[in-house]
Protein backbone atom coordinates (compact mmCIF):
# COMPACT_ATOMS: atom_id res chain seq x y z
CA UNK A 1 0.00 0.00 0.00
CA UNK A 2 1.31 3.42 -0.81
CA UNK A 3 0.56 5.88 1.65
CA UNK A 4 1.01 9.71 1.78
CA UNK A 5 4.35 10.79 0.22
CA UNK A 6 5.03 7.52 -1.70
CA UNK A 7 6.24 5.80 1.50
CA UNK A 8 5.37 1.60 0.82
CA UNK A 9 3.25 0.49 3.71
CA UNK A 10 2.88 -2.96 4.22
CA UNK A 11 -0.49 -4.04 5.02
CA UNK A 12 -0.65 -7.11 7.85
CA UNK A 13 -3.19 -8.93 9.19
CA UNK A 14 -3.23 -8.59 12.76
CA UNK A 15 -5.15 -11.95 13.68
CA UNK A 16 -2.80 -13.88 11.07
CA UNK A 17 0.19 -12.45 12.60
CA UNK A 18 -1.44 -13.47 16.04
CA UNK A 19 -1.64 -17.10 14.96
CA UNK A 20 1.33 -17.27 13.71
CA UNK A 21 3.33 -16.07 16.89
CA UNK A 22 0.93 -17.97 18.70
CA UNK A 23 1.80 -21.60 17.37
CA UNK A 24 5.53 -20.48 17.26
CA UNK A 25 5.57 -20.00 20.42
CA UNK A 26 4.09 -22.78 21.16
CA UNK A 27 6.30 -24.81 19.41
CA UNK A 28 5.03 -28.35 20.35
CA UNK A 29 3.14 -27.63 24.13
CA UNK A 30 -0.08 -26.62 24.48
CA UNK A 31 -1.51 -23.67 22.85
CA UNK A 32 -5.14 -21.93 24.28
CA UNK A 33 -6.64 -19.44 22.26
CA UNK A 34 -9.30 -17.25 23.98
CA UNK A 35 -11.99 -15.52 22.67
CA UNK A 36 -14.89 -13.70 23.94
CA UNK A 37 -17.86 -13.56 20.89
CA UNK A 38 -18.84 -17.00 20.50
CA UNK A 39 -19.55 -16.20 16.26
CA UNK A 40 -15.47 -15.69 16.20
CA UNK A 41 -14.61 -19.23 17.15
CA UNK A 42 -15.28 -21.26 13.90
CA UNK A 43 -13.01 -18.24 11.64
CA UNK A 44 -10.88 -18.06 14.32
CA UNK A 45 -10.26 -21.95 14.77
CA UNK A 46 -10.00 -22.43 10.87
CA UNK A 47 -7.24 -18.91 10.81
CA UNK A 48 -5.26 -20.96 13.56
CA UNK A 49 -5.35 -24.43 12.38
CA UNK A 50 -4.43 -23.21 8.45
CA UNK A 51 -1.20 -21.47 10.34
CA UNK A 52 -0.14 -24.50 12.39
CA UNK A 53 0.51 -27.19 9.76
CA UNK A 54 0.92 -29.23 13.40
CA UNK A 55 -1.32 -31.48 14.96
CA UNK A 56 -4.78 -29.47 15.67
CA UNK A 57 -5.29 -31.57 18.87
CA UNK A 58 -2.69 -29.72 20.71
CA UNK A 59 -4.71 -25.99 20.36
CA UNK A 60 -7.85 -25.83 22.09
CA UNK A 61 -10.88 -22.52 21.71
CA UNK A 62 -12.25 -21.88 24.84
CA UNK A 63 -14.61 -19.08 25.25
CA UNK A 64 -14.41 -16.55 28.13
CA UNK A 65 -18.15 -16.60 29.47
CA UNK A 66 -19.57 -13.87 30.30
CA UNK A 67 -16.64 -11.71 29.35
CA UNK A 68 -18.54 -10.16 25.95
CA UNK A 69 -21.91 -9.67 28.25
CA UNK A 70 -19.13 -7.37 30.08
CA UNK A 71 -17.56 -5.80 27.29
CA UNK A 72 -21.28 -4.67 26.00
CA UNK A 73 -22.67 -3.65 29.43
CA UNK A 74 -19.48 -1.01 29.55
CA UNK A 75 -17.49 -2.72 32.27
CA UNK A 76 -14.58 -3.10 30.55
CA UNK A 77 -12.44 -3.38 33.69
CA UNK A 78 -14.45 -6.64 34.66
CA UNK A 79 -14.28 -7.73 30.36
CA UNK A 80 -10.20 -7.43 31.00
CA UNK A 81 -10.42 -9.42 34.64
CA UNK A 82 -12.27 -12.22 33.01
CA UNK A 83 -10.19 -12.24 30.26
CA UNK A 84 -6.62 -12.29 32.48
CA UNK A 85 -8.29 -14.78 34.94
CA UNK A 86 -9.19 -17.25 31.72
CA UNK A 87 -6.07 -16.91 30.78
CA UNK A 88 -4.14 -17.42 34.16
CA UNK A 89 -6.08 -20.62 34.28
CA UNK A 90 -5.05 -21.89 30.87
CA UNK A 91 -1.51 -21.52 32.19
CA UNK A 92 -2.07 -23.62 35.61
CA UNK A 93 -3.71 -26.03 33.43
CA UNK A 94 -0.34 -26.43 31.13
CA UNK A 95 -0.61 -24.16 28.11
CA UNK A 96 2.82 -23.04 26.93
CA UNK A 97 1.18 -20.52 25.12
CA UNK A 98 -1.92 -18.49 25.39
CA UNK A 99 -3.71 -16.09 22.34
CA UNK A 100 -5.85 -13.57 22.92
CA UNK A 101 -7.99 -14.14 19.67
CA UNK A 102 -9.77 -10.27 19.24
CA UNK A 103 -7.96 -7.43 19.46
CA UNK A 104 -10.56 -5.99 22.37
CA UNK A 105 -8.92 -8.43 24.56
CA UNK A 106 -5.90 -6.89 24.77
CA UNK A 107 -6.27 -4.81 27.84
CA UNK A 108 -6.02 -8.12 29.88
CA UNK A 109 -2.46 -9.19 28.92
CA UNK A 110 -0.80 -7.12 31.34
CA UNK A 111 -3.36 -8.30 33.98
CA UNK A 112 -2.37 -11.93 33.70
CA UNK A 113 -0.20 -13.20 36.49
CA UNK A 114 0.95 -16.52 35.72
CA UNK A 115 2.44 -15.87 32.09
CA UNK A 116 1.70 -12.83 28.94
CA UNK A 117 -0.90 -13.68 26.64
CA UNK A 118 -0.37 -12.78 23.14
CA UNK A 119 -2.31 -10.22 21.50
CA UNK A 120 -2.97 -9.40 18.12
CA UNK A 121 -1.92 -5.33 18.28
CA UNK A 122 1.45 -6.51 19.46
CA UNK A 123 1.84 -9.56 17.00
CA UNK A 124 0.47 -6.97 14.40
CA UNK A 125 2.99 -4.06 14.85
CA UNK A 126 6.17 -6.72 15.15
CA UNK A 127 5.15 -7.87 11.95
CA UNK A 128 4.89 -4.59 10.67
CA UNK A 129 7.88 -3.44 11.91
CA UNK A 130 9.64 -6.52 10.24
CA UNK A 131 8.67 -6.12 7.00
CA UNK A 132 9.85 -2.73 7.19
CA UNK A 133 13.30 -3.19 8.40
CA UNK A 134 13.38 -6.52 5.68
CA UNK A 135 12.38 -3.60 2.95
CA UNK A 136 15.08 -1.46 4.33
CA UNK A 137 18.06 -4.11 4.00
Known sequence: VIVDGGILCP??????????????????GRLVV??????????????????????????????????????????IDGYCASIAAAADAAYEDGAVAVALAQASMSGAAPLARRGRPLTSP????????????????
Open 34 to 75: LYAVATTRAPTQALFESVSGADPARISYQIVEGAWAQFRGGD
Open 122 to 137: AAGMAAMLQRIAERKT
Open 11 to 28: VVRVDTALAQVAVREAGA
